[in-house]
C-alpha cells in the first residue's frame, strides 16, 4: 500500500514537475524568440503564452515543443516555428469579436492561438486524419471557439463567411479567389506565396471597398497547399 501511494505521488509530482518545466520553457520562447525580435502585440504574446504547444505536438516531437523552430506532425506536415505563429497573428489586427477562417488546421496549435484572441475560429483541413486529431485534441484541451472542417481550403468556408480575417499556413502558388470574396470589407488575409516548394512571399492582404491593397512581409518556407481532386 505504502510503495503504491508512494508510486502515486511521484507521478502526480513528476506531472507537475514536466508542466512547470513546459511553463518555463514557454515564458523563456516567448521573450527570446518573440519579444526580442519584432512581436509586440501584447494579445499575441499572451496567446502564445497560454497556449501549451507541447500538447499538439507528437510524443517524440514534445522535447523540442518550445524551441525555435518548425516541427513535424504527421502524415508529411509540419507545425510552424513559434515566431511565423506569432508573426501571423499579429499580422492579422485581431479584435476581439473577430470571426477567423484558418486553411490549413495541422495539429490545431495556429487555431487555439487565434482562439485566445478572438471570439470564433473556423478551421480547415485537407488530410483527413489530421482533421480528425486536431478536432480531438482542441475539444479535450478546451477550445470551444474553433470549428474543424475536413475538405479542401481552397474553397474556404461560404456558410460561416464573411470573416474579419483570413490566415492560410500552407504555401500557395496563387492567392485563391474564393477566399478574397469571403473576406469582409477592411478585413485582412496573410497567406505564403509562391512557387512551389521555393521561398514564398508571405503577402498580407489589406481587403478595401473597391480594391485590394497587398504587402510582401517576408520570404519564408511552407508545406504546400494542396488540392482535392473534385
Ligand atoms: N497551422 C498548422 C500547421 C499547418 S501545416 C498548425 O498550427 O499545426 C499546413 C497544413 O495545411 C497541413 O496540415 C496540410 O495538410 C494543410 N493543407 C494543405 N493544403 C490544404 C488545402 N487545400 N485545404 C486545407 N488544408 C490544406
Redesign the pocket.
Known sequence: MRVRNTLLVLLICGTGFAQGEYTAQRRSMVKTQLQNRDIADEATLRALLNVPRHE?VPLAQKPYSYWDRPLP?G?G????QPYI?AFMTQALKLKTSHRVL????????????LAKIVDSVY?????EA?ART?TKRLQRLGYDNVIVKS????HGWTEKGPFDAIMV??GADSIPEPLVAQLKIGGRMIIPVGPHNGIRQLVLLIKKKNKLIKKNLMAVR???????ED
Open positions: 499538439f506532425i502524415e506536415q509540419t507545425i510552424s505563429v484558418e486553411v490549413g488546421t495541422g495539429s490545431g496549435y495556429q487555431a487555439a492561438v478551421t480547415v483541413e485537407i488530410v489530421l486536431a475538405g479542401d481550403g481552397y499556413t500552407a511552407f508545406v504546400p497547399f494542396t488540392r482535392s
